[in-house]
T-cell receptor, first 114, second 110 residues
Framework: DGGITQSPKYLFRKEGQNVTLSCEQN?????MYWYRQDPGQGLRLIYY???????QKGDIAEGYSVSREKKESFPLTVTSAQKNPTAFYLC?????????????FGDGTRLSIL | SQQGEEDPQALSIQEGENATMNCSYK?????LQWYRQNSGRGLVHLIL?????REKHSGRLRVTLDTSKKSSSLLITASRAADTASYFC??????????FGTGTSLTVIP
């Protein structure tokens, strides 16, 4: 079955440490997205990518970095510059970043600070 | 913020009743989508309504859109315990970026 796989499901970060969240899709989608979800809040866009080797910042990109070396993969690195990283991180993809395409989501990674 | 706002924040109903949740947004949109999120899981797309549409149905779901009032509603008829989840609206603006609301938490009591 096609879908989006996020790993790990739970992740703990120590002070000053960078951590990388994995997102892989086998839907042959061009566009991929990273969102952050805090309790009682909606999703906020961190980064998105429309094609390989290209990505743009979302509303809350500071303290995060991404790469898009392959169509299937869009890893997110939470750097030590992100002072409040504790949140639920969701990866999504869509056929292309067109106007009427639904987004397909992975099951998320919950990141906490040790 | 361009984020949509859902109302109510929480809703609790008996199984078999209808559930209605609303979404308001601030600027012109291309389309509006509704998603469901079960606890600790990712979002699942439910239905999309374009800015030139006023109503759309999918199974037990009915979505309306009033662009003059910048609002949408999601109606779930004959609710089931399995409908217990959070529901989010997402609006697509001219910049091709989605903005998600804060969600309505629905509890369906068996």
């Amino acid at each position: 079955d096609g879908g989006i796989t996020q790993s790990p499901k739970y992740l703990f970060r120590k002070e000053g440490q960078n951590v990388t969240l994995s997102c892989e899709q086998n839907l042959n989608h061009d566009a991929m997205y990273w969102y952050r979800q805090d309790p009682g809040q909606g999703l906020r866009l961190i980064y998105y990518s429309q094609i390989v080797n290209d990505f743009q910042k979302g509303d809350i990109a500071e303290g995060y970095s991404v790469s898009r070396e392959k169509k299937e993969s869009f890893p997110l690195t939470v750097t030590s510059a992100q002072k409040n990283p504790t949140a639920f991180y969701l990866c999504a993809s869509s056929k292309f970043r067109g106007t009427h395409q639904p987004q397909h989501f992975g099951d998320g990674t919950r990141l906490s600070i040790l | 913020s361009q984020q949509g706002e859902e109302d109510p924040q929480a809703l609790s109903i008996q199984e078999g009743e209808n559930a209605t949740m609303n979404c308001s947004y601030k600027t012109s949109i291309n389309n509006l989508q509704w998603y469901r999120q079960n606890s600790g899981r990712g979002l699942v797309h439910l239905i999309l309504i374009r800015s030139n549409e006023r109503e759309k149905h999918s199974g037990r779901l009915r979505v309306t859109l009033d662009t003059s009032k910048k609002s949408s509603s999601l109606l779930i008829t004959a609710s089931r315990a399995a409908d217990t989840a959070s529901y989010f609206c997402a609006t697509l603006f001219e910049g091709n970026q989605f903005y998600f609301g804060t969600g309505t938490s629905l509890t369906v009591i068996p």
